[in-house]
C-alpha cells in the first residue's frame, strides 16, 4: 500500500487562512497518487486526529508527515511531533516518517519574487522580509539567511550585478527583533524611498494580517515613502513542488536536518541550559484527550 502523506499544520484563528490550507490539500490531491490528507494541531479544523484516523481507518499503518512550516522552531521541532507521537498512541501499529521544514528552497525564493515583481520592481527598491518570529535563534537565523539568499539572488548591488534592490532586511511579528516598524525604519535610513514589504507567511492568517497594519501605520507617518505590501506564498503549483520534494526526500530517509546550530543539541553561546532539553508538545486545547491542562499558552496565528 503505498504511503499516504499527511501535511500537517500549526492551525489558525483565520478563516481566510483555513480556507488557504484546505485548498492547498486538494491541489495535493489532485496532482498525487497516494492519498492525502491534511489537519492542524490546534485552533482551527480540521484536527491533525482526524486526518490519522481518516488515514488509519483505511487501512494505512506508515505515513508521511511533512510540517507546514518554512523554519525548524518549536512547531516543527516539538509540537508537531509531539501530536503526532500521541497518535501513535491511540493507533497501534501506526508509525510515520517525518519531512523537514519546507524552507529555505530556491522555489520559494522564486515565490516570494513573484509575490514582489506583482508589487513594485524596479532597482533601488528597499525589501522588508517579514518572518513569524520564535525565540529558537537557529529559526529566526533561517529568516536572515533566505533574506540574504533572495537579495543576492535579486542582483545585490555590486561592481559585477550592476544595481538591483538597495537591499532586503529582515524583520518579525513577534517574539523577535527588529520589528516591522523597526525593519520600515531600518530601510529608511538606508536610502530607500520605495519599499515592498514581503510576507514571509504560507498563508493567510492574524500575524500576516498584523504585518499589514503595522506596515499602514508606519507608512501613514512617512508620506515620503512609497510603501507596500506584498501577498503571502499562498495556495500555488511552486509551493506543491516543494511539498512533494520534502514527502520524497522522508520516504527515502535523506531529510537533511540543520543541526549545528540547534539549541537542543548544540551550546549556543547564551542557550547553553537548552542543551538535552525535552521537546515535549504544549497543551492543545483542541486534542480530545484534554492533556496538558492548564499549561497551555496563547497563540494567535
Not at 513569524?132 to 533572495?150: I, Q
Not at 548591488?157 to 513577534?174: K, R, T
Not at 498584523?210 to 500555488?236: F, N, Q, W
Amino acid at each position: 500500500m503505498s504511503t499516504p502523506l499527511l501535511l500537517v499544520g500549526h492551525g489558525t484563528r483565520d478563516e481566510d487562512g483555513v480556507a488557504d490550507f484546505g485548498r492547498f490539500v486538494e491541489r495535493l490531491r489532485g496532482r498525487m497518487a497516494v492519498p492525502v490528507e491534511g489537519g492542524f494541531i490546534e485552533l482551527s479544523p480540521p484536527p491533525l486526529t482526524e486526518a490519522v484516523a481518516s488515514l488509519f481507518e483505511a487501512g494505512h499503518r506508515r505515513v508521511a508527515a511533512v510540517p507546514m512550516v518554512l523554519v525548524a522552531a518549536g512547531h516543527g521541532k516539538g509540537d508537531i511531533p509531539g501530536a503526532m507521537a500521541r497518535e501513535l498512541v491511540r493507533h497501534p501499529g501506526l508509525s510515520y516518517t517525518y519531512g523537514r521544514p519546507l524552507g529555505p528552497h530556491p522555489t520559494l525564493l522564486r515565490l516570494l519574487g513573484e509575490r514582489l515583481d506583482t508589487v513594485l520592481a524596479g532597482p533601488g527598491t528597499g525589501v522588508l522580509l517579514v518572518g513569524r518570529g520564535s525565540t529558537d535563534p537557529d529559526a529566526n537565523s533561517e529568516v536572515h539567511k533566505v533574506a540574504r539568499l533572495f537579495w543576492e539572488g535579486r542582483g545585490a548591488s555590486g561592481p559585477e550585478q550592476g544595481p538591483g534592490l538597495l537591499g532586503v532586511e529582515p524583520a518579525f511579528i513577534s517574539l523577535a527583533r527588529p520589528s516591522v516598524p523597526e525593519g520600515l525604519e531600518r530601510l529608511r535610513l538606508l536610502g530607500a524611498r520605495r519599499i515592498v514589504v514581503l510576507p514571509y507567511f504560507l498563508f493567510s492568517g492574524v500575524l500576516p494580517d498584523r504585518v499589514v497594519e503595522e506596515t499602514r501605520d508606519y507608512a501613514s507617518g512617512h508620506p515620503e515613502l512609497d510603501v507596500r505590501s506584498a501577498a503571502v506564498i499562498g495556495d500555488c503549483d511552486g509551493l506543491a513542488d516543494v511539498v512533494v520534494e520534502r514527502y520524497e526526500e522522508a520516504l527515502a530517509g535523506d531529510i537533511r536536518m540543520n543541526c549545528d546550530t540547534c539549541v537542543y543539541r548544540i551550546a549556543i553561546p547564551g542557550f547553553e541550559d537548552r542543551v538535552g532539553a525535552p521537546q515535549t508538545p504544549h497543551h492543545h486545547p483542541d486534542d480530545p484527550t484534554g492533556h496538558g491542562h492548564g499549561h497551555g499558552h496563547a497563540h494567535a496565528h
